[in-house]
Structure formats: C-alpha cells, structure tokens
C-alpha cells in the first residue's frame, strides 16, 4: 500500500468490520495475480506464523470479509480484492500509568502521554498504544493522531476525532506551523556554549533502532536552550523546527550532553519488558498552533515533570 494509487484506495475504503477493543480491523489487499484456488489458501500461503486452524475457524465464523460482505471457507480467490480480519494481538506487559486528557472536543483530543507508551500500534506494543486505549476509553473508533512522539518520550499529543479534519492537522506538522517545545534532562556541560541552533542530516533505516547523521542536505534543526543547571545536571529547553526521528536525542548526544535515561544514545542497551525504571528524561511540554478549523490560537502544555529533576536522589538509586 505505499503506492500514491494505494493510498487514494485505502482513503476510499472503510473496514466493514468495527474495531475489537480499540483495535482496528487490519487490512489486506490479495495480489493482482495467483493460482491459489480458493482466499483460505491463499491466507495459509500469505501469513506462514498463523495456525490454518485458526484461518479456517475465522472463516467459518465470518470473521474475514470484503466490502461485500463475509468469506467462505471454500470462497475461491480473487485478485486484486480488499479483505478486512482481526488480527490475534501479541501478548504485551500493561504500561501501568494513565493517560491524562488535557482537552477533548468534536474536533481534536489532546493528552498528557506517559513515558513507555507508544503512540500507534507497531511490533509488539499494539493494545498498550495511546491510539487503541483512547479508541477503547473514549468510544471514538475514528481516532487518529496528527503527529507522533516516541514510545520513550512523554508529554503533548494531539489526536483527531473525525477523519475528515486529518489532512487539516496533519499539515500543520508538516509544515511546520506547530510551535513546539521539549524539556529535557541531561549532563551539565559549563563549556558547552548556549544557546544555539543545530543544524544536521539525520536518518533513520528500517530495521535499525539508532538514527545516525550523515553528510548532506541538513533536514533536522533543533534550537537548545539551558533552562537551569543544578550540580551535574542541567535541564535544556528545546524547540525542534523539523521533526526527525530521535532528532532531540541524536542533537543532545551530539552535543555531548546525551539525555539521562536514553536507551540508544550513545549506547543501545536492551530494556526488559516491564522495566518502567529511569524513563527517558525527554517531555514534550507544549504545542502552539493556529487551529486549521476554528482559526482560533491554541496552546497546550503538560502537567507531567520530569524525575531525574524533581527528584535526582530517587532517579540516581532507582
């Protein structure tokens, strides 16, 4: 589905299934030619880790359909056709901190989101996803979000309530026109010269968990700023003017300054399921826009603070 012509039909098509517990129905699309005789053959040839048990039990039930309504176990196949099935979610450990709603309307919902929660379902985190729960707490199965934050980072984040208004919002980050800001905390450098404007290349390939910076066409700025320093640490206030992947976290660590609590800069080290200790000390504090629909100037800020601040002794024995 990465194809323009992809998109345009994925936008026209809407699951005849309704979500399962904040879980959207996933979507397939069977290839434009095959000698599969019948759908259920080709799904036993297309997802190789799923039990054909179960494929047949799906079937049966009614549980795979197209836009014309429910599959049959014996339904022969048929090339180029959308099919729309709940996925078996992958066994995850609860994220055992809430999401708070600072603000709710017809239009758009924003919440103060939690370090260790990721924002979209990806690998093994799929239910304890702020899309899913929000989907399943608030009863708004449209739900999307208009920009992402990493799993790692907590604070602002913006969802939109009616698919109509996505293309609005999402423009905005896009574009550019979201004044936002990040707190962060990090090593207190007195050489290092701020406040200033760092300017890179940064790109992030599939399959690996690090960003790195290359030469080239600078796509990332970020302005960094210290906001205060107490003995070793200090906390910097960042306002990211494009939005790269770990951009913040590759501008501090390159900056000599990496961010307490990160798991990939410098280093990568491996964190156990259901280790919530030392949270990356990176917060997105606020954002800042003209709203595309009201026209009206928005801003919104976290309630949340950030431990290796607040509470250094705790942060440095937890």
Known sequence: MGSRSGRRRAARERSPLPPRDGLAAARLRTPPTGDWATVRDHLVARLPHVDPALIDARLAAGEIVTATGPLRPDSPFVPSTTLWLHREAPAEVDVPFPLEVLHADDDVVVVDKPHFLATIPRGSHVRQTVLVRLRHELGLP?????????RATAGVLLLIVRPELRGAYQTLFAAGRVAKTYEAVAPHDPGLALP??????????????????EPGEPNAETRVERDA????LARYRLF??????????VHLCELGVPILGDDVYPELRRRADGDFSRPLQLLSRSLEFDDPVTGRRRRFVSRRSLQAWDDPVGWATG
């Open 229 to 232: 320093h107490r003995g070793d």
């Open 142 to 150: 449209d739900l999307s979000p208009a920009h992402r934050l990493d």
């Open 196 to 213: 200033r404007t760092v300017v890179s290349r940064i790109v992030k390939r599939r399959g690996l968990f690090a960003a790195v910076t």
């Open 240 to 249: 990211p003017r494009t939005g790269r992947t770990h951009q913040l976290r």
